[in-house]
């Protein structure tokens, strides 16, 4: 077996233990995706914190093609707008989220 064939199947085992069934809007089926919705802690002027969410759902290439800004996501019950796609080079690729409705609108 190939180096490839087995991050093949490390890729294949990572996404049957950790990912959550993702619906994009234009596709007909769900994909699967690892979705995140971390809370970073940034320090502001005078020292105060704030919370600030960049949830995240990381997408195999193929379940990401036709994909662009502003396109909506379902995961784990929420609506989410698509407002960066960032491809890695390894055949993922990272949909960076905003809620919906934006709280800002």
Excluded: N
Aim: net charge negative; glycine share 8%.
């Amino acid at each position: 077996m190939t180096f490839r064939e087995h991050v093949a199947d490390l890729d294949t085992a990572v996404f049957e233990a950790l990912s959550d069934e993702v619906q994009i809007d234009g596709k007909p089926d769900p994909v699967m995706g690892m979705f995140y919705s971390p809370w970073l802690d940034v320090e502001v002027m005078r020292g105060q914190r704030t919370g600030l969410r960049e949830p995240f759902v990381i997408l195999r290439e193929a379940d990401a093609t036709g994909v662009r800004q502003r396109t909506r996501v379902r995961a784990l019950g929420d609506v989410y707008s698509v407002m960066e796609l960032q491809p890695d080079g390894s055949g993922m690729t990272k949909l960076v989220l905003r809620p919906e409705p934006c709280p800002s609108r």
